[in-house]
């Protein structure tokens, strides 16, 4: 039999980057994966899913906003979805390629592509071949959650994993769950020609909790398509196709359902309880997100499968900490980065840092700036005059804890945010950057303006002051 050092469980995005650390320290390794390659993030996920919200974008400008502009013939213009669903396969493809060449190229002989399945802690079976390792990485990525009574309404039922694979999209559909990828893809549809209708069980979109940035995301969003929130959609098969029901109220009947609910860790199929582990309620072992280690066993996780934080870039460190972990003899905790999260809608949505719901819980007393873009200059000379930014920060020392937002170029300000909680700054200290006018980061200004008012904190002695004096306001 086989004697290894590691095996990883999973060819995905946190799989390659643990590849890349135990590559470096042994080459006694086994990468495992049934298949496809090409990570969900460029098949089914971050890659196929924008490429679609871009060619939205594109139609939807021309079709309301151009004749506003002095700009004629807009109107005109026909969306032919299945030439749109060609287009992204065609992005999809290029970006899913690469990425399973890439994989053989890093994997060479050592990638094995069939299913993996615990026998005992030291000890699996790769296809027909058993193997001994001393570490096992789990890198398994995870599928889209479906109630069971859904899975009897065939070609009606579309999730991530189907929707881009799909010759044409019929002209009714439901969206149950508007998370990221419920929204995204909704707003999307909507605007391509589609007729949506959107549903949560939660009275939040997008991962926002902050309740006046939430506020604002619904009401934008509402504009372009329907959603009920707050209560469990109901779907069941009707005669001409599907039909959705919340409450006593509201019925809608539908020519096929989008399941957006979110994401399962793939460890069903490995038979992790023959290892004796104590699993929750989902399936899931305790682990630490600071070594990817599960208790103190041989055993590391990364990426989607630990649901510590299911984003690329987390995926990424993820596999890095394990891979890492798995060959240095005993688990390292490293320091994790700022969270940081964002929804491509319009207006975009993101979450920087920690949540409101988090500040609440950590800080009850935090200082929230505050800013509604309604009346920001950039947004309102590119007709994006709409949604709300919020910052929050230390009432004492005036460091910044946090922000949610759903506003135009929420994409770069989370992105700003997220450096400048990572390093620690102030309130004070992140108003002495320049604020380039007219720009939508002049918004960012006014929300640490706001904060700064509101927060006991002062600028310490010999700062510099200049924020106090900004073209915007008298301009506008």
Known sequence: MEK????????????????????????????????????????????????????ARQ???????????????????????????????????????????????????????????????????????????????IATGGRPVVPRAWRTFGSRLLTSETIFEQDDLPARLAVVGLGPIGLELGQALQRLG????????????????????????????????PMHLGAEADVTAAENGLQVRTGDTHTVEVDAVIAAMGVRPNLDGLHIDRLGIDLDARGLPAFDCRTMQIGDLPLFVAGD???????????????????????????????????????????????????????????PNAAIGETD?????????EDRAQGRLHVYADPDSGRLLGAEMACPGAEHLAHQLALMIQNGMTVAQALQ??????????????????????????PAPGELLLCDSTPEAPLR
Do not use: W
């Open 4 to 55: 290894l050092d590691v095996v990883i469980i999973g060819a995905g995005s946190a799989g390659l980057s643990a590849l890349r650390q135990v590559q470096r320290h042994t080459d006694r390794y086994r990468i495992v994966d049934n298949g496809p390659l090409g990570t969900t993030c460029a098949r089914i996920g971050c890659m196929p899913s924008k490429a679609l919200i871009h060619a």
């Open 59 to 137: 139609f939807y400008d021309a079709r309301t906003g151009f004749a506003a502009r002095g700009i004629r013939g807009a109107d005109g213009l026909v969306c032919e979805l299945p030439a749109v669903l060609r287009h992204v396969r065609e992005q999809r493809n290029r970006f899913a390629q690469a990425m399973a060449a890439r994989t053989r190229e890093l994997a060479g002989d050592r990638l094995v592509e069939t299913p993996a399945v615990f026998e005992s802690l030291h000890r699996l079976r790769l296809g027909d071949t058993p193997v001994e390792t001393a570490v096992t990485v």
């Open 194 to 225: 589609r007729n949506v209708t959107g549903y949560d069980a939660t009275q939040n979109v997008g991962g926002l909790t902050d309740p006046e940035v939430n506020a604002a995301a619904v009401s934008a969003v509402e504009s372009e398509f």
């Open 305 to 363: 499968a630990s649901r510590c934080r299911p984003i690329l870039h987390e995926a990424l460190d993820e596999g890095f900490i394990a891979g890492r972990n798995a060959t240095a003899g005993r688990a390292e905790s490293y320091c994790r980065r700022v969270p940081l999260r964002i929804v491509f809608s319009e207006p975009q949505l993101a979450v920087a840092g920690l949540s409101r719901d988090e500040v609440r819980d950590r800080c």
């Open 373 to 381: 873009f309604a009346e920001q200059s950039r947004a309102m000379i």
């Open 433 to 458: 950057a320049p604020y380039y006018h007219p720009t939508l980061e002049e918004g960012l200004r006014s929300a640490l303006r706001d904060a700064q008012t509101k927060a006991a904190a002062r």
